[in-house]
């Protein structure tokens, strides 16, 4: 099976700043896309940012500028740097994978247990 396990939320103030890790483990041939998803309490969960192989991104709007997707396809770890924290950003943060197993010819998409982010004063 495949595991992802994020690292790296807690509390900040608004302002501050923090990175988000997020290591994939198992029998993994290769990951296609990697990403950050999160959600708020009585929200769905949404994008925040997602990256491919070739380093390929994309970015919810409200955090361009803030937040920065990078990955290591060598170790398949994602991290999410996040500046400028708003309250706003106060959520749980998954990070999403989505591999190809050694003897599949499919992709499937893998969730971490998330990591809660706090942006308070």
């Known amino acids: 099976q495949v595991q992802l396990v994020e690292s790296g939320g807690g509390l900040v103030q608004p302002g501050g700043s923090l990175r988000l890790s997020c290591a994939a483990s198992?029998?993994?041939?290769?990951?296609?896309?990697m990403g950050w998803y999160r959600q708020a309490p009585g929200k769905q969960r949404e994008l925040v940012a997602t990256?491919?192989?070739?380093?390929?991104?994309n970015y919810e709007d409200s955090v361009k500028g803030r937040f920065t997707i990078s990955r290591d396809n060598a170790k398949n770890m994602v991290y999410l740097q996040m500046n400028s924290l708003k309250p706003e950003d106060t959520a749980v943060y998954y990070c999403?994978?989505?591999?190809?197993?050694?003897?599949?010819?499919?992709?499937?998409?893998?969730w971490g247990q998330g990591t809660q982010v706090t942006v308070s004063s």
């Open positions: 999403n994978a989505a591999v190809v197993r050694y003897g599949s010819t499919w992709q499937t998409d893998y």
């Open positions: 990256m491919n192989r070739v380093g390929t991104t």
């Open positions: 198992g029998r993994i041939f290769r990951i296609n896309d």
